[in-house]
């Protein structure tokens, strides 16, 4: 993404860059970045947080127009939990963890199912 970013900057189309790999994405020097501290997967937010994920956009926006240097880099304000522990376990997968990730993976469908029954999705 962030190459097809310096590609369309270099082009006249401004553009910024919503992620999580900060050094990867600040490394290929893309002009506006907004860096959200969470899993990789997750540039905008929590799933199913409407909310974090709007304000998102907003602060993207916000940086479209605002930003007058190249390489600008803004950090939302938002914390995937209290508890940083999650980068810890965040997607990995052993033996006494199986079960748990197994109900999260059910809810998760259920709650995808659900979205695209109602045509959000």
Same mark, same amino acid.
């Given at each position: 993404?962030? =190459?097809?970013?310096?590609?369309?900057?270099?082009?006249?189309?401004?553009?910024?860059?919503?992620?999580?790999?900060? &050094?990867? *994405?600040?490394?290929?020097?893309?002009? #506006?970045?907004?860096?959200?501290? @969470?899993?990789?997967?997750?540039? @905008? /937010?929590?799933? !199913?947080?409407?909310?974090?994920?709007? +304000?998102?956009?907003?602060?993207? %926006?916000? %940086?479209?127009?605002?930003?007058? =240097?190249?390489?600008?880099? *803004?950090?939302?304000?938002? #914390?995937?939990?209290? &508890?940083?522990?999650?980068?810890?376990? !965040? +997607?990995?997968?052993?033996?006494? #963890?199986?079960?748990? %990730? #197994?109900?999260?993976? &059910?809810?998760?469908?259920? %709650?995808?199912? +659900? +979205?695209?029954?109602? /045509?959000?999705?």
């Amino acid at each position: 993404m962030s =190459l097809v970013s310096r590609h369309l900057e270099a082009n006249g189309i401004p553009t910024v860059v919503i992620g999580s790999a900060r &050094d990867i *994405v600040e490394e290929c020097g893309v002009a #506006r970045f907004v860096f959200n501290d @969470f899993p990789l997967g997750n540039p @905008f /937010g929590k799933p !199913y947080d409407a909310d974090m994920q709007r +304000a998102t956009l907003g602060i993207a %926006l916000d %940086l479209l127009e605002t930003a007058r =240097l190249p390489r600008t880099t *803004v950090q939302t304000p938002f #914390r995937w939990s209290q &508890d940083e522990s999650w980068r810890e376990v !965040y +997607a990995r997968v052993d033996p006494d #963890r199986i079960e748990a %990730l #197994r109900r999260e993976g &059910d809810a998760r469908r259920a %709650l995808q199912a +659900a +979205a695209k029954g109602r /045509g959000a999705g």
